[in-house]
């Protein structure tokens, strides 16, 4: 058995900043790791690395913040948390930037946001050695290794250990032996479980089998089964953030070259998606993330194309630096191309009529300003709809990929885990893709994966201080 203060399960941004935190505070540390090797590709290694709330700026002001997260969960985040969470953002980015994180700004789709440096190049594909995120991940664990932190790696983490309804520590299968871990505190932050398809199954859709995992493949929900057995309450399941992908990703997996970039989401968001009836499905203009998880819901969230015209292909298809025109055709990807629909309905395996029909309608929907009226209703902001007028015609088979969890384990403002009843379960805390309360509403408002790890990190060490704290007072 080995004894700690504080056991962090997961070495991505949130176990990292938690544990150095924890060290940082004189806190005796220690990461459990799945992954064996040293630069683990997990979430936090293939991140983009724009580090923003809702797409805005991480360093606004916290009242600012907080009525942005409002605005976009529609109320539906926990307020208590929202607003530790909008009050804690700037002072998160600043204690990064003393442990040695570098940034840069950029500009988002929304506007300003941070992104970490060296940035990650706008090209085809994964990029992440040496770019911001893999920089920052050695530099927190060099910087934690310093403050006498252990960080074990090949180490599973599978039961926690309860005494008295507390949390005391943790078992975990290091090198493949069972290996016991005592720990005043456990700080879960495995990342979530967009890799594990039992539980996208029983928490988000039917069809999980047939969703792109958009990520490194190690969220495999650990955390979340165990937390429930300890008593937890999971909870703000539904939506999930992620894109609509080519469809060639999903069945040839080995490539890797259509994720994260291209970025096809200002393509759907001008075009126009159908069913294998030719029929659309979905409103489009509502952006990538809610058509990732409309998609998602269909009987089969394999069966859609999206269609669009040459005056697409060369404007929005090509403005930005990963828009698709050319990574998709550099990709060697399917993309039909016919001079009128019939033809490229026939290419497509999509029913002429029924294609003929849709598009017909769309076009004078987008002439008369009625597309509101359209079934589904087509939005036209903050992307309008481009008529499918000038050939030659394109379609692309879509998939939808999913890259990180909402919803998990319920916490309070201190990230300590949460039972139904609002007590909390001592000894247990839980940040980054792992935890519930931080989003919601109709638009399936993501918060942002670096911003839950890198704040709720930080306020799940400074818990966890002031628990072992009063643990150490109440002692003497
Ligand atoms: C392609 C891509 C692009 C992205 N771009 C952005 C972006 O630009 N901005 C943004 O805000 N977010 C982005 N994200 C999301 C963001 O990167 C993640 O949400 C965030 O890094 C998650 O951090 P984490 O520490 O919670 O989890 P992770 O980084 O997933 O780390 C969890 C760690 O826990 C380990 N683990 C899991 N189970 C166990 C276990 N049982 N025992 C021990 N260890 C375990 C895993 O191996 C992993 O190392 C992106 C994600 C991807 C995949």
Redesign the pocket.
């Known amino acids: 058995m080995q004894k700690f203060d504080v056991i962090a399960?997961?070495?991505?941004?949130?176990?990292l900043i938690a544990a150095n935190r924890c060290a940082q505070l004189g806190l005796r540390t220690a990461i459990?790791?799945?992954?064996t090797a040293g630069r683990?590709l997990?979430?936090?290694r293939?991140?983009?690395?724009?580090?923003?709330i809702l797409f805005q700026d991480m360093r606004l002001p916290g009242e600012h913040l907080l009525a942005i997260i409002n605005k976009g969960t529609e109320g539906e985040a926990d307020q208590a948390l929202a607003k530790a969470f909008a009050d804690n953002s700037r002072r998160a980015i600043d204690w990064l930037v003393s442990e040695g994180c570098r940034t840069i700004m950029v500009n988002a789709p929304t506007g300003k946001s941070i992104m970490l440096a060296p940035p990650r190049r706008f090209r085809q594909g994964?990029d992440w050695e040496w770019r911001g995120a893999d920089f920052l991940l050695r530099k927190l664990e060099a910087n934690f290794l310093n403050r006498g932190g252990q960080f074990i790696r090949g180490?599973?983490?599978?039961t926690l250990t309860l005494v008295d309804r507390a949390c005391v520590g943790i078992d975990?299968g290091v090198g493949g032996k069972p290996e016991h871990f005592a720990a005043k505190a456990v700080v879960i932050?495995?990342?979530?479980f967009s890799s594990n398809i039992d539980m996208i199954r029983r928490y988000i859709t039917p069809r999980a089998d047939r969703l792109l995992i958009?990520?490194?493949g190690?969220?495999?929900g650990?955390?979340l089964r165990m937390a429930e057995a300890a008593g937890a309450q999971l909870r703000g399941f539904g939506a999930f953030y992620g894109h609509p992908v080519h469809r060639d990703a999903f069945t040839r997996p080995g490539e890797r070259l259509l994720?994260?970039f291209p970025m096809i989401d200002p393509l759907t968001q001008a075009g126009l998606v159908v069913g294998p009836d030719g029929r659309r499905v979905a409103d489009e203009g509502r952006g990538g993330i809610v058509l990732a998880n409309l998609l998602a819901q269909l009987d089969d969230p394999l069966s859609t194309t999206l269609v669009f015209d040459d005056v697409l292909w060369n404007t929005v298809a090509r403005k930005g630096p990963t828009a698709g025109n050319p990574m998709v055709v550099s990709a060697g990807a399917t993309l039909h191309k016919a001079d009128d629909l019939k033809s490229l309905a026939a290419l497509a395996g999509i029913p002429a009529d029924g294609l003929a029909a849709t598009v017909a309608e769309f076009n004078a929907a987008i002439a008369n300003g009625t597309t509101g009226s359209l079934h589904p209703p087509r939005s036209m902001s903050p992307l309008a709809a481009l008529p499918v007028a000038h050939p030659p015609y394109y379609a692309m088979p879509l998939c939808s990929g999913i890259?990180?969890t909402m919803g998990g384990i319920a916490i309070d403002t201190d990230c300590r885990a949460l039972r139904a009843d609002g007590s909390a379960i001592a000894g247990l805390y839980a940040?980054?893709?792992?935890v519930a309360g931080l989003e919601g509403g109709t638009q399936m408002a993501y918060m942002?994966?670096?911003?839950?790890?890198f704040i709720l990190g930080l306020l799940a060490a400074e818990g966890i201080a002031r628990q072992v704290g009063a643990m150490a007072k109440a002692s003497t």
């Open positions: 399960v997961g070495g991505g941004f949130a176990g459990l790791e799945k992954e683990a997990n979430n936090s293939y991140t983009t690395g724009i580090a923003h994964l180490a599973d983490a599978r975990a932050a495995d990342g979530g958009r990520a490194a190690t969220a495999m650990d955390g994720w994260p890259t990180a940040a980054g893709s792992t942002g994966g670096l911003s839950k790890a």
